[in-house]
């Protein structure tokens, strides 16, 4: 039986249905306080330097709320008194030198303030990213599966980067804001409870906006982060299938779905952004209001001296002036926390993103078997009434039975989707089986360490993967610690040589993402050589030569020979003429065994293999 894992879909040739289209998220975070509190988490692995930026803003802000102080003994420096004006310059001169090295030291700490927030902004996220690397790298066929693949990629890069920006910019705000609140607050209640209390009016009016507002960014954020995922992975498909597209004459059908997606993230972003951006105009009406409030009740106090309750004692010029400045100080971190909160909102879509693939359950590795020896792998394998369905119910493989002798060359041949691709896959454990039993030289591949089952097991498939690298190391990727020498001799046996030493950087050119620049034949050699150069105890060729013209398969039927020879190996074609010399050939129908036995025997037995043979030789119907 299988681990107990759920059955997975996987896509490509042979295989199930194309994969699904991502469901739109839900239109709010499904749990904001846990993703903020993991997103805390990330950020506070850099303790030392947290530390570091915590320390200077709050040598920023104190220094920030000393400056009203300063300006108002300054300014009470000058008094009226008969009609005539006292100046104590030598008091004034002190506190407005006070007030410059205020100034300078605060312009020169904020500028390390940004630096430090710049550091930790980018040190929070190269973890993060890191983290959500490691998790794609491990994630099971199913994952990669049922998303897009571009929408993955966007969780990558634009959301990530929405966190870095939030982490540069709106933490130190908001952390600023917080402690310039608190410290405006006590020397306003210092300087004058009424007027405190006129000035927190604005709190008041604040909260109630601040409430309704919220409630419009909640449900357009995630939504606006989930529908531009939707369209890079949208876009990720039309600039991969181009090809597929224009020859089908799809332009104006994938312009369409691209216009109706876009549509929809444009109406999500202008919601959005209104609703975030219309929080500073609200704020700062508030505040002018608010503003005005004290500058009125500190006059009419001050024409009627009246200041109880006060610290500070007597209302003076320098009192009020000291006073607006506080309140100005006061309302504008709310009024920047309030602005800052979309720039959060999205912050935490994106990072429940993220956390949404990292929390998906990676690829385990069930096998216990740590004494299995790739070196001493014989080859047999047995499937033993084997099970298995892409969709409970929908079985792909029943009652399955097939068995391979070591160094046999095995064929697998039979219709598009009589689950030829599935035998392999669940070989090499992309998927596990519902029923029944796979076992390697007698024992269970589910008792080896899926690195180990998949180290003794080479294979090419017909949609080869050319990395954006020289031609050397594209082969190379079968065995990375080869020598040069081992790579060109694997080229040769491959006939990579025949085009490469034609290049002008020869084996060093480089190719472009996807073997652009090669032709399909050129990049399947290339998969060929991979398979020569990792000298695996099981090859798998699944349509391996496919792709390659009769000419160019005739001159590599020696080297594929040459690499078979010894190993267990399993042939999936659709073109007979490349498995006529194989040991066995099996032809599967609905999932079964239909017929076994070698080229001749089946034509003799004028059974499925024959029909399928006939058809692609004889031009006899089926």
């Given amino acids: 039986m299988a681990n107990g894992h759920p059955p997975v879909r996987i896509m490509g040739r042979g295989g199930p249905p194309p994969h699904m289209a991502m469901a739109m998220g839900s239109e709010k975070p499904k749990n904001a306080k846990g993703t903020l509190k993991r997103l805390i988490g990330y950020i506070g692995k850099n303790k030392y330097l947290m530390i570091l930026l915590l320390s200077v803003m709050l040598v920023v802000t104190v220094l920030n709320l000393v400056a009203p102080f300063l300006q108002g003994q300054a300014i009470d420096k000058i008094t009226l008194s008969d009609d005539r004006i006292n100046v104590d310059i030598e008091g004034m001169i002190f506190y407005l030198i006070a007030l410059g090295c205020v100034y300078l030291t605060n312009s020169v700490l904020t500028y390390f303030q940004g630096i430090f927030a710049a550091k930790l902004s980018q040190t929070t996220v190269k973890t993060m990213r890191k983290d959500l690397f490691d998790k794609i790298s491990y994630l099971p066929i199913k994952y990669t599966d049922t998303h897009?693949?571009?929408?993955?990629?966007?969780?990558?890069?634009?959301?990530?980067?929405?966190?870095?920006?939030?982490?540069?910019q709106s933490i130190a705000s908001l952390v600023s804001g917080v402690l310039t609140l608190v410290g405006c607050l006590v020397f306003m209640l210092y300087y004058s409870p009424m007027l405190t209390l006129v000035s927190l009016t604005a709190v008041v009016l604040t909260l109630i906006v601040t409430?309704?507002?919220?409630?419009?960014?909640?449900?357009y954020f995630p939504l606006q982060q989930t529908l531009l995922g939707q369209l890079n992975g949208h876009i990720e498909e039309m600039v991969s299938g181009y090809k597929t597209v224009a020859a089908y004459s799809k332009e104006k059908k994938a312009c369409e779905e691209f216009g109706k997606i876009s549509d929809d993230l444009q109406k999500a972003a202008i919601k959005a952004q209104i609703s975030g951006g219309v929080m500073g105009p609200f704020m700062n009406v508030i505040s002018n209001i608010s503003f005005l409030l004290v500058a009125g009740f500190g006059a009419y106090f001050l024409i009627i001296d009246f200041n109880p309750l006060a610290l500070k004692g007597v209302m003076t010029v320098g009192t009020i002036q000291a006073f607006l400045q506080y309140v100005k100080n006061f309302t504008r971190p709310i009024n920047e926390i309030a602005q800052q909160y979309s720039s959060v909102q999205t912050a935490i879509a994106g990072a429940e993103r993220v956390f949404e693939i990292m929390d998906t359950e990676p690829e385990t590795d069930e096998g216990t078997d740590s004494d299995f020896s790739i070196e001493n792998v014989k080859g047999d394998l047995v499937f033993s009434n084997i099970d298995f369905s892409y969709v409970p119910g929908e079985k792909v493989l029943q009652n399955f039975d097939?068995?391979?002798k070591s160094g046999q060359k095995l064929a697998i041949v039979g219709a598009t989707g009589s689950g030829k691709t599935t035998v392999v896959n669940l070989l090499t454990r992309f998927y596990d089986i519902d029923g029944g039993s796979i076992t390697l030289d007698g024992q269970s591949i589910y008792d080896i360490p899926k690195k180990k089952l998949r180290g003794s097991i080479g294979i090419v498939l017909q949609d080869t993967v050319i990395f954006n690298d020289t031609i050397m190391q594209n082969i190379r990727y079968g065995r990375l610690d080869a020598t040069d020498e081992e790579v060109i001799a694997a080229a040769k046996t491959a006939r990579v040589a025949d085009f490469a030493e034609k290049m002008s950087d020869g084996y060093h050119t480089m190719l472009s993402e996807?073997?652009?620049?090669?032709?399909?034949?050129?990049?399947?050699?290339?998969?060929?050589?991979?398979?020569?150069?990792a000298d695996p105890k099981?090859?798998?060729l699944d349509e391996a030569t496919s792709s390659i013209d009769t000419r160019t398969e005739v001159q590599i039927q020696e080297a594929m020979l040459a690499l078979m020879k010894g190993r267990t190996s399993l042939i999936i074609a659709h073109r007979l003429s490349t498995i006529r010399d194989a040991d066995k050939i099996v032809v599967i129908d609905k999932g079964k065994v239909v017929e076994a036995g070698n080229h001749e025997k089946l034509l003799s037995e004028n059974g499925a293999y024959a029909k399928l043979y006939n058809t692609q030789f004889a031009g006899i119907s089926t």
Avoid at 148 to 168: A, K, L, Y
Avoid at 211 to 219: A, E, G, Q, S
Avoid at 523 to 533: C, K, M, N, S, T
């Fill in 148 to 168: 897009q693949h571009g929408d993955i990629m966007s969780r990558m890069t634009n959301d990530v980067e929405n966190i870095s920006n939030t982490v540069s």
């Fill in 402 to 404: 097939l068995w391979i």
């Fill in 514 to 533: 996807g073997g652009g620049n090669l032709s399909q034949g050129q990049r399947q050699l290339i998969a060929i050589a991979r398979a020569v150069l």
């Fill in 538 to 540: 099981i090859l798998i």
């Fill in 211 to 219: 409430k309704n507002l919220t409630k419009l960014m909640r449900k």
